[in-house]
């Protein structure tokens, strides 16, 4: 149980498109979702929380209005990179967490962003 | 805010033991994860700890000081594909995950 599942995997656009990646909660509801992103050789760094039904909450240094996230469902969470340029090129990840007393996030596969 | 430290690279034999410490300080503590990471995945759970002490699953064991400040990931009977990136996350009270920047853990023949 818990899968987590992404979309899509990998996308390679043009700078100053758009990109939608969607995270998905295949076989439980997530409460909340968490989007990080991953450069080459770094660690996950959070960009922003996102609960069903509210607003996101952006980590510091993230551009809300460059990164858009929608938490439409309990099982369905996206991220819009807006205007993409190619320093957004990186690893996106999604997690899922069941519910805020429950402590383990469960993560997707990731999505490979390439901004040519 | 948060400072998590961790060794940058580890490299060891097959069937050989190694231990990947973490140290850090946070402004507040829910638990200590480790995951294992695989070139271009996503992270898979290894442990958690919120208590003191060692936690032992298989091959591998992680251990929580909270009063230091320390834990360490302990890898047994070292095997190939084992060579992985290892990151230390402390989940923090408002439930988010910081990251360290994981260690790289290559294992030879």
């Known amino acids: 149980g818990a899968v987590v599942s992404q979309h899509p995997s990998w996308v390679i656009c043009k700078s100053g498109t758009s990109v939608k990646i969607e995270c998905r909660s295949l076989?439980?509801?997530?409460?909340?979702m968490f989007w990080y992103r991953q450069f080459p050789k770094q660690s996950l760094m959070l960009m922003a929380t996102?609960?069903?039904?509210?607003?996101?909450?952006?980590e510091q240094g993230v551009e809300k209005d460059k990164f858009l996230i929608n938490h439409a469902s309990l099982t369905l969470s996206t991220l819009t990179v807006t205007s993409a340029h190619p320093e957004d090129s990186s690893f996106y990840i999604c997690?899922?967490?069941?519910?805020?007393?429950?402590?383990?996030?469960?993560f997707g596969p990731g999505t490979r962003l390439t901004v040519t | 805010g948060q400072n998590i430290d961790q060794p940058t690279e580890m490299t060891a034999t097959e069937g050989a033991i190694v231990q990947i410490n973490c140290t850090y300080q946070?402004?507040?503590?829910?638990?200590l994860f480790w995951y294992q990471q695989h070139a271009g995945e996503a992270p898979t759970f290894l442990s958690y700890?919120?208590?003191?002490g060692l936690e032992e699953k298989g091959r591998f064991s992680s251990f929580l000081s909270r009063s230091k400040g320390y834990s360490y990931l302990l890898l047994k009977e070292l095997q190939m594909k084992d060579s992985a990136s290892y990151l230390c996350?402390?989940?923090?009270?408002?439930?988010?995950?910081?990251f360290g920047a994981g260690t790289t853990v290559t294992v030879r023949a």
């Open positions: 996350a402390v989940l923090s009270n408002d439930y988010k995950l910081s």
């Open positions: 946070t402004s507040g503590f829910n638990g």
């Open positions: 700890n919120v208590l003191d």
């Open positions: 996102s609960n069903e039904g509210s607003k996101a909450t952006y």
């Open positions: 997690s899922a967490r069941l519910d805020r007393e429950n402590s383990e996030q469960y």
């Open positions: 076989d439980f509801q997530a409460t909340t």
